[in-house]
């Protein structure tokens, strides 16, 4: 009996320790998560009171964190799904005392029409230094598939295939100063294609060229500069100028340009540029000379004219101290056409028949230098060419109807097809046309487009639809 007593209180002892240890929960805060075709990110809350940790999922989906201790935010990272067919997997969370299971389901990208096929590849652009690289090609095809680099600095390990691929690209060590770059094209057996881009950096190049100074200003009265070449190749020197002269025309290494300018006999001032060129390197010295003395001058005021396409007239004041001349294009009048010291002159601009805005300048003129000038600008005319109906049904029986052309130019109505005719098909100007459609015996509907063309190359169209 005593026995009995120690065993029945040995069992008491044991089951109250055990109810004294609170269970390790887990759980999800969904039972379930809809991720896109195309892949994304995702987070998903996780309950517990001590320590977890989550089992392997599908090589598409990513879960971070896999374990840790109480509550946690997990970061799910889903792959795009080209598989189109959908997919799911579950992710696992267990503890010593408890599991819990969060169901995830991804979608696919429907093929609505199955009888169009697809290529894509990833990446589509692939950008190495001179020393070369490899790098993979992914290609997503649902049918036979090849390339071709056409250069022999790229290479793939293979160049066909078919079906989902994974390819390898080879870019070879570019030895030129240069950078270059190639477009490749994957073509699939249904013609669908897909373009890669691969650029190269040139090698580093060694060769220097340097001038000093960068730029030089003369005086009016001209005079002499020098430019010092430091390089380590062959150079020649080029300018774009009647008004300075240089010593050399090149050299070898270290040397010395000598450059002279003539004195500056016009009231403005002018400026140059002096190329120093070896192999691949340009440098460049910016000469400037002052304006020369000049008593001749004349100022407009304003200097821009701006006017609608009906023209119109403007008026503009000229401020000199000589005589002068004034030139214009002909589509602009004067009042006058030379005139000495200060006057006002009278513009007058005709209607402008273009539909393009047309510019002319004024030149204001002494002993045939110009010493000032006006901007004439001036919009073309509005173009119009409409229709009142750009969709036209007619029964099987066929007949006739009108419809209206609104246009300020000439036009003509084409047609390729025998069962229209429009009377008339040539016009300028408003008109009512007569459409004519001949019978129809089928029992499919039948439609043609009308182009109404204008002079100027403007266009609108009507549909003509015909009912069985």
Not at 92 to 118: C, G, R, S, W
Not at 160 to 182: H, K, M, P, Y
Not at 250 to 278: D, L, M
Not at 392 to 419: D, K
Request: charged residues 20%.
């Amino acid at each position: 009996m005593k026995r009995l007593h120690l065993s029945l209180f040995v069992v008491a002892i044991a089951c109250l320790l055990v109810g004294c240890r609170k269970p390790v929960e887990v759980s999800f805060d969904i039972q379930s998560q809809t991720i896109a075709a195309e892949g994304g990110t995702y987070t998903v809350e996780l309950k517990s009171n001590g320590d977890w940790s989550i089992g392997t999922t599908a090589e598409w989906l990513t879960v971070s964190p896999t374990s840790g201790n109480g509550d946690a935010t997990l970061t799910l990272v889903a792959q795009r799904n080209a598989t189109h067919e959908a997919r799911s997997t579950e992710i696992k969370a267990t503890t010593k005392d408890n599991t819990a299971m969060l169901t995830v389901n991804q979608e696919f990208i429907p093929n609505v029409h199955p009888e169009e096929h697809y290529l894509t590849i990833t990446p589509t652009e692939y950008e190495v230094g001179y020393q070369g690289g490899t790098t993979t090609i992914d290609i997503e095809c649902d049918e036979e598939w090849m390339t071709e680099t056409g250069v022999d600095w790229v290479r793939f390990d293979r160049t066909e295939g078919n079906g989902n691929d994974q390819i390898t690209l080879t870019v070879t060590q570019n030895t030129s100063f240069t950078a270059r770059q190639v477009e490749i094209k994957f073509a699939s057996a249904s013609q669908c294609v897909a373009v890669l881009f691969v650029r190269q950096d040139g090698a580093p190049d060694s060769h220097y060229l340097n001038v000093s100074p960068e730029s030089l200003s003369f005086p009016k009265e001209g005079g002499t500069h020098e430019i010092a070449v430091e390089t380590d190749e062959d150079w020649s020197v080029r300018y774009d100028c009647d008004w300075l002269n240089l010593s050399t025309e090149g050299g070898s290494g270290n040397g010395t340009i000598v450059v002279t300018v003539e004195p500056n006999e016009i009231f403005v001032g002018r400026q140059a540029v002096v190329k120093v060129v070896s192999r691949n390197l340009e440098k460049t010295v910016n000469v400037t000379q002052e304006p020369g003395e000049d008593p001749y001058m004349a100022s407009v005021a304003p200097d821009s004219l701006f006017l609608g396409y009906g023209g119109g007239a403007k008026t503009v004041a000229i401020t000199s101290n000589c005589d002068w001349t004034i030139e214009a294009p002909s589509w602009i009048s004067l009042t006058t056409a030379a005139g000495s010291h200060n006057a006002t002159i009278d513009f007058m601009v005709g209607y402008n028949g273009l539909f393009s805005t047309r510019i002319g300048y004024v030149l204001v003129k002494h002993e045939g230098q110009v010493l000032a000038n006006i901007v004439v600008v001036q919009e073309g005319r509005e173009n119009i060419l409409s229709v009142d109906e750009t969709e036209i049904t007619m029964a099987a029986e066929g007949g006739t109807r009108y419809f209206n052309i609104t246009a300020n130019q000439s036009w003509e109505a084409l047609y390729e097809v025998e069962w229209i005719a429009c009377y008339p098909s040539v016009g300028s100007g408003d008109t009512e046309v007569l459409l004519k459609v001949s019978q129809w015996h089928s029992t499919e509907p039948r439609e043609a487009e009308i182009t109404i063309k204008g002079e100027y190359g403007s266009t609108v169209t009507i549909m003509v639809r015909q009912n069985p």
